[in-house]
C-alpha cells in the first residue's frame, strides 16, 4: 500500500524566507506524486504533480517540488514566503488501485512571521 | 462555474440522528470520493466510486453508506449520528486514475462542516 509522511506539523517561516516543507512516500509502483494547498475554512486547492516526466515540478504561486527517488522523497519548496502562503499544506500519493486513490499525508501548517 | 459542489456547508445532528451529504460535479469526470478530515490526522478515504455504478470502501468507511446516484452525484448518508463522525467532509472527484490519466488530481468541494452532539 501507499503512504506519505510530512515531516513536522507546523512550520514557521519569515517572511521573505525559503519555505521547505518536507515529503516522504511509500508506494509499491512508481508513483503519482501532489502537493495540495488549503486556505482557512476552504477546499484543497492543488499546487502541483509529479507524474514521472520531470523530476522538478513547478506549480502555482511560486512553488516547486523535486522528486528523489533514491531518498523516496518530493520536498516543496518556495525561495521566499510570502504572507499570503500562510496555509495548511498537503502531500498525497495516488496509489495502483481500481480507482487510483489518493492517500494524504497528516498534514503541514505553515505560519508567516512578518 | 464548473466543479464540485457540496451541501449543506454546515449541520449540527443530534446523536442518533440521520443525515445526507449531497455532492455533484459537473466536469464529467468518472471517479468520485468522499473524505474525511480530522486535526493532525490529513485526510482519510470513506468511500470511494471508480465509476458510475460502483462504490467501494476506503479507510474509514464504518457508519456511512453511499449512493452513486448518477455519473454526477455521489451521496454520502450517516445512518446514526456519533460524536466521533464530527469532521470537516470533502467531496471530490477525478478522472479515472488509470494508464497517463494517474497523473490526474482531484477536484476537491468547499466542505461541510459537521458537529454531532
Known amino acids: 500500500a501507499q503512504s506519505v509522511t510530512q515531516l513536522g506539523s507546523h512550520v514557521s517561516v519569515s517572511e521573505g524566507a525559503l519555505v521547505l516543507l518536507r515529503c516522504n512516500y511509500s508506494s509499491s509502483v512508481p508513483p503519482y506524486l501532489f502537493w495540495y494547498v488549503q486556505y482557512p475554512n476552504q477546499g484543497l486547492q492543488l499546487l502541483l504533480k509529479?507524474?514521472?516526466?520531470?523530476?522538478l515540478v513547478k506549480g502555482i504561486n511560486g512553488f516547486e517540488a523535486e522528486f528523489k527517488k533514491s531518498e523516496t522523497s518530493f520536498h516543496l519548496t518556495k525561495p521566499s514566503a510570502h504572507m499570503s502562503d500562510a496555509a495548511e499544506y498537503f502531500c498525497?500519493?495516488?496509489?495502483?488501485?481500481?480507482?487510483?486513490?489518493?492517500?494524504f499525508g497528516s498534514g503541514t501548517q505553515l505560519t508567516v512571521l512578518p | 462555474n464548473a466543479g464540485v459542489t457540496q451541501t449543506p456547508k454546515f449541520q449540527v445532528l443530534k446523536t442518533g440522528q440521520s443525515m445526507t451529504l449531497q455532492c455533484a460535479q459537473d466536469m464529467n469526470h468518472n471517479s468520485m470520493y468522499w473524505y474525511r478530515q480530522d486535526p493532525g490526522m490529513g485526510l482519510r478515504l470513506i468511500y470511494y466510486s471508480a465509476s458510475e455504478g460502483t462504490t467501494d470502501k476506503g479507510e474509514v468507511p464504518n457508519g456511512y453508506n453511499v449512493s452513486r446516484l448518477n455519473k454526477r452525484e455521489f451521496s454520502l448518508r450517516l445512518e446514526s449520528a456519533a460524536p466521533s463522525q464530527t469532521s470537516v467532509y470533502f467531496c471530490?472527484?477525478?478522472?479515472?486514475?488509470?494508464?497517463?490519466?494517474?497523473?490526474?488530481?482531484?477536484?476537491f468541494g468547499s466542505g461541510t462542516r459537521l458537529t454531532v452532539v
Open positions: 509529479y507524474t514521472s516526466a520531470a523530476t
Open positions: 498525497a500519493v495516488r496509489g495502483p488501485g481500481s480507482a487510483r486513490q489518493l492517500t
Open positions: 471530490a472527484s477525478s478522472v479515472p486514475g488509470q494508464g497517463r490519466e494517474g497523473g490526474s488530481g482531484y477536484t
